[in-house]
């Protein structure tokens, strides 16, 4: 594997610092020193997760370590780390390999969701933040890799199991929920002789970890105003000639969340001399969600002031907020707060189930000569995405209803009756979006050499190779309307309840969907055979890549009495796509197009490690990289409004890649074992950044504003990096069994999304802040850290669509990790995470004032058992 410490030979100083301390350490403090050796021993700057023992990490997931390397950032999804943010940069720009491979992924651009991959199967991570002509390309932000076992190198006990109760409290106030779930696992490593190994892992997962959630829908920003005279002045609501901007509307929901994981994972290592060896490994991971939804939603029928149109309506939704009683609050032309007459308040009783499986395997051979290696790899990837959500909706009236979500408050609305006295009328349509099916399969082969020539030469070695990939990557949709009855709704079918943690509301409404359903909208309402198929939601991406790459590897005297080694290549990337959709021309047709696209990428790049002994390296890095676009975005897809505004959405299939030109700069001292202080710079000069424009297009004479993915913004991204880890050696008794992990990442760019138009926000994934600080205790059979992890505000795409680009707010996260060996076969863990019950913010329109979410996921407790034999 690139980046293991098996690339390069440590330095002799390296050896003599180890050999110093022969103090056998295991647990937290091994891995952590094994980790060390991996970004000592690479030539490229890499930061390193091991986990060689089964079960050593203290995270749950592997998503929850990678978060708190250095320079990396997490977003949470259900309360969970999910994708990473590497150096300032979104998760469209890094690129996740398992074994050295691309993997297919549910999700419907490219990024990998590193919170299916449990901690127990995991040998090791690896972020490569510099490049190397051997790696994949793909990779602007970063390359994270995830290692699984080898066995026959393998030196744990034969059999691992775990198990224990999780409980979540985010959702311990939804009635009829419980929210205590349980995680296990179990693996088996057997060397059947010297020569033959395999390793076998399972695990099961459930997650009850509901959680309330507070939406704002944005804002109407039209600047139309009214003509001169009219009657009309819903965009100016304070009359001073400026156009003042209004929410669409806002909702909250509480989410009685039954999540259930399981997977198998499998693996074969075969060495019958030391000039071949073959491996074999396979993932798969099953996850199966179903998700109510107890959701109100106000301000549908006139926050928004959606029909003021060009001024030629009376202007009846102004006058709502000029009516007896109302009020309203402006920050920067925005309502924020209001006091609204008549407003619609709906309840939504709704139901999300889905279904994603995921395969990742390959077959790995390597044959060594005496100066030549040969190694070739074939692997296979498969993923795939079903989902559905149906609702349940009925509308009332209340006299009033005020809000309130400026910024620095707890979001807040009020009502003038409670939610079980309204009339609960069904007048309105119910919703079944789904299913909604996506398959991603990939294909991938790849063939290596390397040539040794020995001797006293400079040049150490030649390494040349190609790799060849084949993806596809299809959508549908369907969905359906079931009409209303107009019947009531029975109170004695619903139940009123609050919830303490997250937005202060109304009391939410929750009862048996499915028997509403039947008085609502009649038997059978939510039949799938009523499905009709959204056409624009109908898509596929094929994408071909061929590479070849050489790469030269050196080690000699150096500047400064310096022991110096390193590599020089190039990587030369064809890719080739084919993308289907269906587009509209009109309002109501659509046609099936194929797009063609093709470009080819030159990428060279150079490393080089100064070694200065006593611990003491210098690493420089350069490489220009890209990073291909999601495969969403690349869709044929075109749909259009049938209403003003005249607005649409469409994919772009001629998108190019993202290009950078990176410069790599690392001071490292390893001034003892499980030791280090690191400072690291790094420069990219990117071009070609791909976000969303709004572009006029005229078709049958009517003008859409179309938003669309498009290449465009260049400019430069920087950062430093610092990281500081030691244990408390030179503390006198028990105090020298603590220890500190610490890191520390400032980001500057002058990149920008598209939008807002009039204040862009700043490029996805963008923290200029981050900082991660552990407190470790080591000693004997007791471990345990308090962890501290911190980011500044960063721009993410929260969800599926690439075009709904939020701000996330600071977070300050805390948790907490114990765990008691009570003899060598048996071992007690305590975890809480999120103990300050840290709530996820973001809002909308680079304006702090304009909520876009506000998540109470509260705390997750798990205590489990590990029985080692």
């Known amino acids: 594997m690139a980046g293991s410490a098996a690339e390069a030979p440590a330095s002799t100083a390296a050896q003599e610092s180890v050999a110093l301390d022969e103090v056998v350490v295991t647990g937290v403090r091994k891995s952590l020193r094994e980790a060390l050796d991996v970004k000592r021993g690479s030539d490229k700057v890499v930061e390193a997760i091991s986990a060689k023992d089964i079960g050593v990490l203290p995270d749950v997931t592997i998503a929850e370590s990678i978060a708190r390397l250095p320079g990396v950032n997490a977003t949470r999804d259900r309360g969970n780390d999910s994708q990473a943010v590497v150096r300032g940069l979104g998760a469209r720009l890094v690129l996740g390999t398992v074994n050295g491979r691309e993997v297919a992924s549910s999700e419907p651009d490219r990024n990998v969701r590193w919170e299916i991959y449990p901690s127990e199967v995991v040998s090791g991570v690896q972020v490569y933040k510099s490049q190397s002509a051997d790696l994949v390309a793909g990779g602007v932000a970063a390359t994270i890799n995830i290692s ?104 909250m929901s509480a989410s009685r969340i039954d999540q259930k994981r399981t997977g198998v994972s499998g693996g074969l290592q075969y060495k019958p001399t030391d000039h071949f060896e073959l491996k074999a490994d396979a993932l798969y991971s099953k996850i199966k969600i179903t998700e109510v939804q107890d959701q109100t939603v106000w301000g549908a029928n006139n926050w928004g002031n959606w029909n003021r149109g060009d001024g030629t309506n009376t202007g009846w939704n102004d006058g709502d907020y000029h009516a007896a009683g109302a009020s309203f609050t402006l920050i920067n032309n925005a309502v924020v707060a209001a006091t609204v007459p008549f407003s619609s308040v709906q309840t939504v009783l709704a139901k999300y189930t889905e279904d994603k499986d995921l395969f990742a395997g390959g077959v790995n051979g390597k044959w060594t000569g005496d100066q030549w290696t040969v190694a070739g790899d074939i692997s296979y990837s498969k993923a795939k995405r079903d989902n559905t959500w149906k609702a349940v909706r009925f509308e009332a009236w209340p006299t009033s209803t005020s809000f309130d979500w400026r910024a620095g408050k707890t979001p807040t609305i009020t009502t003038s009756q409670d939610s079980i006295s309204l009339s609960q009328t069904a007048d309105l349509a119910g919703s079944h979006d789904g299913p909604e099916r996506l398959n991603d399969e990939l294909k991938a082969a790849a ?147 194929t797009v063609d696209n093709k470009y080819t990428d030159l990428l060279p790049s150079a490393n080089a490690k100064f070694d200065f002994g006593d611990g003491k390296l210098f690493r420089l890095g350069v490489a220009k990289v890209i990073a291909r676009p999601p495969l969403d975005e690349l869709r044929a897809s075109r749909t259009l409004a049938n209403w003003s505004p005249w607005t649409g959405s469409a994919g772009n299939p001629k998108l190019k890649p993202f290009e950078a030109i990176q410069f790599d700069a690392s001071a490292e001292y390893y001034f003892r074992p499980e030791a280090l202080v690191a400072l690291s710079y790094y420069y990219k000069d990117v071009d070609s950044y791909i976000g969303w424009k709004q572009t006029p297009v005229t078709f049958g004479g009517q003008t859409y504003t179309v938003a669309s993915p498009a290449n465009g913004g260049s400019g430069h991204i920087q950062g430093v990096e610092l990281t500081f880890q030691t244990p408390f050696f030179f503390l006198p008794g028990p105090l020298s069994k603590f220890g500190i992990y610490s890191n520390y990442a400032y980001v500057e760019s002058n990149l920008k999304e598209f939008s807002p138009a009039n204040n862009p926000l700043r490029m996805t994934g963008l923290a200029k802040n981050t900082a991660t600080v552990d407190l470790w205790y080591a000693n004997g059979p007791v471990e345990a850290r308090l962890g501290w992890k911190y980011h500044s505000p960063m721009t993410v795409i929260y969800g599926w669509n690439g075009a709904d680009l939020q701000t996330l707010e600071a977070e300050k996260t805390l948790d907490f990790s114990s765990s008691y060996t009570v003899n060598d076969h048996v071992a007690v863990r305590f975890q809480v995470n999120n103990l300050t019950n840290e709530a996820l913010r973001m809002y909308r329109d680079n304006d702090p004032n304009r909520i876009g979410r506000y998540d109470s996921y509260g705390r997750r407790y798990l205590m489990d058992v590990t029985v080692k034999f």
Not at 230 to 250: F, M
């Open 148 to 251: 699984t076992i080898d066995p026959l190198d393998y030196k744990g006990p034969e059999f691992v199991l775990r198990a224990g109760p999780v409980f979540y409290d985010g959702g311990k106030d939804i009635p009829n929920y419980k929210t205590t779930g349980y995680r296990g696992s179990g693996s088996w490593v057997h060397k059947i002789n010297d020569d033959l190994a395999v390793v076998l892992g399972v695990t099961a997962q459930r997650q009850k970890n509901g959680y309330g959630s507070f939406t704002g829908w944005g804002y109407n920003d039209s600047n139309a105003r009214p003509p001169a005279g009219a009657s009309d002045y819903s965009s100016d609501l304070n009359r001073d000639g400026k156009v003042d901007y209004t929410p669409w509307g806002a909702q």
């Open 447 to 593: 063939l290596d050499f390397t040539r040794d020539f020995g001797g006293e030469s400079v040049f150490k070695s030649v390494q040349f190779g190609a790799r060849a990939s084949d993806r596809t990557k299809d959508h549908v949709s369907f969905s359906f309307a079931p009409s209303a009855t107009g019947a009531t709704i029975p109170t004695s079918l619903l139940t009123a309840y609050k919830l303490d943690d997250g937005a202060n509301v109304p009391a939410l409404l929750t009862g048996d969907i499915d028997k509403i359903a039947t008085v609502a909208y009649g038997a059978n309402a939510f039949a799938v055979s009523k499905a009709t198929e959204e056409l624009a939601e109908r898509w596929a991406v094929n994408e071909k890549v061929y590479e070849g790459y050489a790469k030269l590897n050196f080690a000699g005297d150096g500047v400064g009495g310096s022991w110096v080694s390193g590599n020089i290549g190039a990587r030369l990337v064809h890719t080739q796509t084919s993308s289907d959709g269906q587009q509209q021309n009109t309002a109501s047709a659509f046609t099936a197009v």
